[in-house]
C-alpha cells in the first residue's frame, strides 16, 4: 500500500513514459525513499510500533493504525536520517524503482493462469464442463 502511494506500479505505460522525467527529480526521489524508510523502520524515528509498549491506562491494548502513519509522520516534522540508515537508502532506492517497474498483473497471470476466459461468451459453462471431464463431479 506504501509503495502504491509513493510509486504506483498500475500506471499505463503511456502514463509511465510522461512520467518519467518526475520519477527521475533527485529530490523527489529520495524524500519518497526517507518516506519509505520512516514506513520500514519506524522506531529508528522515533515512531510508535506494534512492537513497542505505549499503552496507558486510558487506550489499554488498543494499537494504532500501522498501515497508514501519514498523521503520524507529519506532527512528528521533519527529522533526520539516522546515519545507521545512510546505507540502507540505496536498496530502499532500487525497491522503489523495481517496484514501479514490475508488471504485477501479467505475472499473475503467468504464475495462477486462469482456466476461465471472461471475454469469451459461454466461458462459465466450458469451465463446468473441464471439472465434469476431469471426473471431479462424478
Known sequence: DVLNRINPSYRSKAVAKDDAATTHDDR?????????????????????????????????????????RETEIKTAGPC??????????PHLERLLRRHGKCGYLPLRDRACPSKVCPCLPGSEIRYVL?????????
Open 28 to 68: 523527489k526521489l529520495a524524500e519518497n525513499i526517507r518516506q519509505l524508510s520512516k514506513y520500514i523502520f519506524a522506531r529508528q524515528y522515533g515512531l510508535n510500533t506494534p512492537f513497542c509498549s505505549t499503552a496507558t491506562k486510558s487506550s489499554s491494548f488498543a494499537l494504532g493504525d500501522y498501515l497508514d
Open 80 to 89: 533526520k536520517t539516522p546515519k545507521r540508515l545512510k546505507d540502507i537508502l
Open 130 to 138: 473441464l471439472y465434469l471431464d476431469q471426473g471431479y463431479w462424478s
